[in-house]
């Protein structure tokens, strides 16, 4: 159950340093510490710049940052509704076990239904059990339909290579 010393609520600019160390926990946790380039000058401009390319909430315990979740919107797809997706969500080791993370969902899953959004999606690190039970715990489930790839920065020059021909917009 969420403590009455938290509340969810949209990240301000003013929370960008903390928000970053916990980016960083979260960069380790899932080992790609060694590849993380999130500034605070990135971070704001990105997050809180002329267009936000994602929106961050917050889950405050007192003066502190207890959590956050990153959410970032496919404006429409095959319904013309919107799809959020969950890229991030991330609770200090301090405060997880009493609500805070299910209070960051279920305030991301409301910020979808009021953007008209049809679905949200996240993923779950391969082996992280306790993710997987979490998000099965508030009625999410995996998506048997569709396997996630990608293409990494070596992978993409590798493919497009200036043999495609294209210069940029």
């Known amino acids: 159950m969420l403590s009455s010393e938290h509340r969810v609520r949209p990240a301000l600019p003013e929370d960008v340093p903390r928000l970053i160390e916990h980016m960083r926990a979260l ?5 790609y510490l060694g590849e993380f380039r999130v500034d605070e000058k990135a971070l704001l401009a990105r997050a809180f710049g002329e267009c936000p390319e994602c929106h961050i909430f917050v889950a405050q315990h007192g003066e502190d940052i207890a959590g956050y979740a990153v959410g970032l919107t496919i404006t429409f797809t095959y319904d013309l509704r919107p799809t959020v997706v969950l890229k991030e969500l991330f609770v ?27 679905r949200l999606k996240w993923d779950v690190m391969v082996g992280n059990h306790r993710a997987e039970a979490f998000y099965r715990q508030h009625g999410g489930c995996p998506d048997g339909k569709w396997m996630p ?11 497009a290579g200036m043999e495609c021909g294209f210069s940029g917009y």
């Open 27 to 31: 960069a380790e946790f899932e080992e």
């Open 92 to 118: 200090a080791a301090s405060h997880r076990g009493n609500g805070v993370g299910a209070a960051l969902l279920r305030h991301v899953a409301a910020w979808t239904l009021s953007r008209g959004g049809a």
């Open 149 to 159: 790839y990608q293409m990494g920065e070596e992978g993409l020059k590798a493919f």
